[in-house]
């Protein structure tokens, strides 16, 4: 009996720390606080029926008013209203995201994406990812890197014959581990769904910042050189990452087609029309030169930016998030979209929520708008800057969109010139 009343205690212990965690100094790939914490904060009521199977059996057997029972109902009863703070809390995430678009990109709420919340998914399946609807491609070998160079394609089956848009979605590992299999899943499969082919791309974990940037790169060349087998659109291509890939897909973006980084097939297009990074790290990584941090990439040419962050994530602090944001609508003059999510910590995207649902809403918007600004050239709005009323000054200040849409890139999905083995370039065949 007094090992469940430590089991209780335990699981009250998690769902304080997920309420309000200890606020580090600095960015660390891993803490023990965010271990006991991110379950309970994206699925409270998993939480729920953890602290149930572990306190119910001290509430029903220990003696009514002693000792254990009476520590087992405080416990108890503390957990549960915080696991209520915790799910009321992930409702937030919709309206602070609504607010950034509308502001950012002068979207009314009426004319951003609202999609049923799946419940049974969100409740009973939330890490169930897969859906029937859309097909699998695994691995796809875009470059001689070994397992390091493969990707994963999601393409709704039920799609028509006709080219669908392009997704390059790099996973997160501190740039030392991770895999294409496991993050982002119910993005994937949510954004094949609604018409688009999303890649899912590895990259070498033991290899410099340089050498995974330069992989990140030939998985767009090659995925662009190979449009025509694959059934891509690519004169819309966005480039997605979560944590550590944010930071791969945000100087991905900014260096787009710069032979510097691409040496070995340095006439290849690796252009993207958009960049949306998830929870991401931009800080040094150990890049060189225009690489050194993602701010050191930013140009006045930089695409638009979707970021999403956590208020609260311990692994990758806001204030980082928030900074690079700044340089970017500072420095470029596309419209960079913030949203700093109350109540959030790292990895909101690794299975289903409340939260993760109102992110795959403003995504669906803000792709939806680069797909409508590239096919009809409509100017970004111009504007003061300003600050949303009710915010944080340091979350919610977004700037005026500057200049106007910079002119549509020709995609010829062309085959290009490797040091690769025969066999293993771009233009090789399918397989994996």
Not at 15 to 30: D, E
Not at 134 to 160: E, F, M, S, T, W
Not at 242 to 260: V, Y
Request: net charge positive.
């Amino acid at each position: 009996m007094t090992g469940r009343l430590v089991q209780t205690g335990f699981v009250t212990l998690c769902v304080l720390l997920a309420w309000r965690p200890p606020r580090p100094r600095r960015s660390a790939p891993w803490r023990l606080s965010y271990g006991l914490t991110f379950l309970v904060n994206e699925q409270p009521l998993w939480g729920l029926v953890w602290l149930l199977s572990v306190g119910l059996p001290v509430l029903t057997s220990a003696t009514r008013w002693g000792p254990l029972w009476l520590t087992a109902a405080v416990l108890t009863a503390a957990a549960t209203v915080g696991l209520a703070v915790l799910g009321l809390r992930a409702r937030t995430a919709r309206p602070t995201l609504a607010l950034a678009l509308q502001h950012e990109l002068a979207l009314p709420d009426a004319k951003q994406a609202h999609t049923p919340v799946q419940w049974l998914r969100v409740l009973v399946l939330p890490f169930v990812s897969y859906r029937p609807g859309v097909r699998r491609l695994r691995n796809l070998r875009y470059g001689p890197g070994g397992r390091g160079n493969l990707l994963d394609l999601y393409q709704d089956r039920r799609a028509p014959q006709a080219p669908t848009p392009l997704i390059v979605y790099i996973h997160g590992g501190a740039f030392r581990f991770g895999s294409k299999r496991l993050g982002g899943r119910p993005l994937l499969y949510h954004l094949a769904r609604r018409g688009w082919t999303c890649a899912s791309i590895s990259y070498r974990p033991r290899t410099n910042y340089d050498g995974q940037l330069a992989d990140v790169k030939k998985a767009i060349a090659w995925l662009r050189a190979r449009a025509a087998d694959l059934s891509i659109d690519t004169t819309t291509v966005v480039i997605v990452g979560s944590s550590a890939g944010a930071h791969l897909a945000a100087t991905a973006a900014l260096t787009a087609s710069d032979p510097e980084y691409q040496r070995g097939f340095e006439s290849a297009d690796t252009s993207v029309d958009a960049m949306i990074g998830l929870y991401g790290y931009y800080g040094p990584a150990g890049g060189s030169g225009r690489t050194s941090s993602a701010a050191a990439a930013v140009s006045a040419a930089a695409p638009p930016m979707l970021l999403i962050h956590g208020a609260i994530d311990t692994l990758v602090l806001p204030a980082e998030a928030r900074s690079f944001a700044q340089t970017a609508r500072t420095t470029g003059n596309a419209p960079v979209v913030y949203a700093e999510l109350p109540g959030t910590q790292h990895g909101f995207d690794l299975f289903n929520s409340v939260r993760l649902h109102a992110v795959l809403d403003a995504i669906d918007t803000f792709t939806t708008w680069v797909r409508d600004t590239q096919s009809d050239r409509t100017p970004w709005a111009s504007g003061a800057s300003s600050t949303i009323s009710g915010s944080r000054p340091e979350t919610a200040k977004v700037h005026g969109l500057h200049g106007r849409m910079r002119p549509r890139r020709s995609d010829p999905a062309r085959a290009f010139s490797t040091q690769w083995p025969e066999g293993r370039g771009p233009g090789a065949r399918l397989g994996g």
